[in-house]
């Protein structure tokens, strides 16, 4: 399948079912820092701007849980997670067309818990920040 | 527009301008002004392959609904979000009935304090609470 310009031939789809699928295509991105640091991307389009001509505030907390949310599972190795808590700062806007790409870094891992940090940037520009903690499912 | 179903007896479809809300809606309303309460039936296309809202679903809802109010809190001027901070409860699954009632916490010249418990069923399952600018405000 044909990539957006900007995202890589070879980037895998991230976004296979339910709400992703819908808001997506979501892609993975190559890995930086020896695996790291993990990434994602999208390409703005129409269906995800709001009234001002940039993207909406709630696509772009999709595009953070869900790289953060895939992240957790990638650094667990758990097969299921769930957001408990996740703050976004909305630091600039992105608009249409624009690659917005994610990159989750992991600040601790216990053996219920996964607490990490990720930011969305667009070329050198950061989009947003955001810190979260996720649970392993069938943990305590 | 077509007739509501029974649970949302007393709600009105709200009017949504942003492509992406209409894209995830619709979202529905009782009340006025910034006392409005809002409503989401959870569909197919919200959840996730487990069956469970998604939680960038969730934080959508929360920047919907709490930047209504913030839109109603400021006269209707033009602000943007600056911080969400979002705590998930409970699970939420297709064909729950999502309300909620944003609180004003603060407002200020140039911000906007706002947060919401979003139930179902009388059980809080999802809380946001979030600040707002007001663009041209120092």
Same mark, same amino acid.
Request: hydrophobic fraction near 40%.
């Given at each position: 399948?044909?990539? =957006? ?19 997506? =295509? ?64 909305? !630091?600039? =806007? ?26 969305? !940037? ?19 | ?29 009782? @009340?006025?002004? &910034? ?5 989401? &039936?959870?569909?197919?296309? %919200? ?6 809202? %998604? ?20 006269? %209707? ?41 979003? %139930?179902?069923? @009388? ?16």
């Amino acid at each position: 399948m044909d990539r =957006p310009a900007g995202i890589p031939a070879d980037a895998e789809i991230a976004s296979t079912g339910g709400f992703n699928k819908y808001v997506g =295509p979501l892609y993975r991105l190559s890995d930086l820092e020896d695996g790291m640091v993990k990434r994602f991307a999208f390409a703005a389009a129409e269906h995800h701007m709001n009234g001002a001509g940039t993207v909406h505030g709630g696509m772009l907390m999709t595009f953070m849980d869900t790289s953060m949310s895939r992240t957790s599972r990638l650094i667990s190795g758990a097969k299921g997670t769930a957001t408990v808590s996740l703050t976004c700062d909305f !630091v600039s =806007p992105a608009k249409l067309g624009d690659i917005i790409e994610s990159r989750v870094r992991a600040t601790r891992q216990t053996r219920t818990i996964v607490f990490l940090s990720a930011e969305l !940037v667009c070329g050198n520009r950061v989009l947003m920040v955001g810190t979260g903690v996720w649970k392993i499912s069938g943990g305590e | 527009m077509s007739a509501l179903p029974e649970k949302l007896a007393g709600y009105r479809e709200t009017n949504l301008i942003d492509p992406f809300e209409q894209f995830v809606g619709p979202l529905y309303e009782t @009340g006025t002004g &910034i006392a409005r309460r809002y409503a989401l &039936i959870v569909d197919a296309r %919200h959840v996730n392959m487990r069956g469970v809202i %998604h939680g960038g679903m969730l934080m959508t809802l929360a920047d919907m609904t709490l930047g209504q109010a913030a839109w109603d809190a400021c006269d %209707h001027a033009a602000c943007v979000t600056l911080s969400m901070q979002t705590q998930f409860l409970k699970g939420v699954r297709q064909g729950d009935l999502l309300e909620v009632t944003p609180e004003l916490t603060r407002r200020t010249r140039s911000m906007i304090f706002l947060r919401g418990d979003y %139930h179902v069923s @009388g059980d809080t399952v999802f809380t946001a609470s979030s600040v707002w600018k007001l663009l041209g405000q120092s």
